[in-house]
């Protein structure tokens, strides 16, 4: 079966500092696109990234960046210069295709002043 | 404004109703999808439509049903055979296919009395 784990279901930083959250995935496509969403309390979710599985570079969006490891399957966040507002629940999300979209379990994230 | 509006925000359902919740988009989207989440845990898939008058069953469809008259409509119904119905219920939309990002509604809260 094709998973997407979040392993750290808790994580905290210090407000400006960085944090990384990882995600790990198992699967046998070789074509796919790969996302980070947050939810913050409204319980809205929000994209913040997403990483095409073709392309070696990782992306970026302003203080949100990847590392992306295709080979080893891994797929982690970083947050830099981390604010208060960036306090949320933050999903890995993988759609294999069409019959099989798989988000993991989250991490939630806590910043402090 | 464009989006995904999803309603009631708060649904409360007796023992042996059938409650149906709305998800309305405005964003031209093909595709369309109903989650589930529950407490600490990430989004589990109930069912998607890529086009009008046909959908798919996801994870956990057992107990649910859905239309797809409407490009712009997807209501998700919960029936009486499904006997754990509490959770928080996510409507979203994607252009085309899951490899597109997901857009999605503010939610539906649904409690058993």
């Known amino acids: 079966a094709q998973t997407v784990t979040q392993s750290q279901p808790e994580m905290s930083v210090q407000e400006a500092e960085t944090v990384t959250l990882s995600c790990t995935y198992d699967t046998s496509e070789s074509d796919y696109y790969l996302f980070w969403y947050k939810q913050p309390p409204s319980r809205q979710m929000i994209l913040v990234i997403r990483?095409?599985?073709?392309?070696?570079q990782n992306a970026t969006e302003n203080r949100f960046s990847v590392n992306f490891q295709k080979a080893a399957k891994s797929f982690s966040l970083k947050i830099s210069d981390s604010q208060l507002g960036d306090a949320a629940m933050y999903f890995c999300?993988?759609?294999?295709?069409?019959?099989?979209?798989?988000f993991g379990a989250g991490t939630r994230l806590t910043v402090k002043p | 404004d464009g989006g995904i509006t999803q309603s009631p925000k708060y649904l409360f359902r007796k023992e042996g109703q059938n409650v149906t919740l709305s998800c309305e988009q405005n964003l031209n989207h093909d595709a369309m999808y109903w989650y589930r989440q529950d407490p600490g845990q990430g989004l589990r898939l109930i069912y998607y439509?890529?086009?009008?008058?046909?959908?798919q069953k996801g994870d956990i469809a057992e107990g649910y049903s859905v239309s797809r008259e409407k490009k712009e409509s997807f209501p998700l119904t919960v029936t009486s055979a499904q006997k754990n119905p509490t959770a928080f219920y996510l409507c979203?939309?994607?252009?085309?296919?899951?490899?597109?990002?997901?857009?999605f509604g503010a939610g539906t809260r649904l409690s058993v009395l």
């Open positions: 979203a939309s994607s252009p085309d296919r899951a490899r597109n990002i997901q857009y």
């Open positions: 439509s890529q086009i009008v008058n046909d959908f």
């Open positions: 999300y993988i759609p294999y295709n069409n019959n099989d979209m798989r």
């Open positions: 990483q095409e599985a073709y392309k070696q």
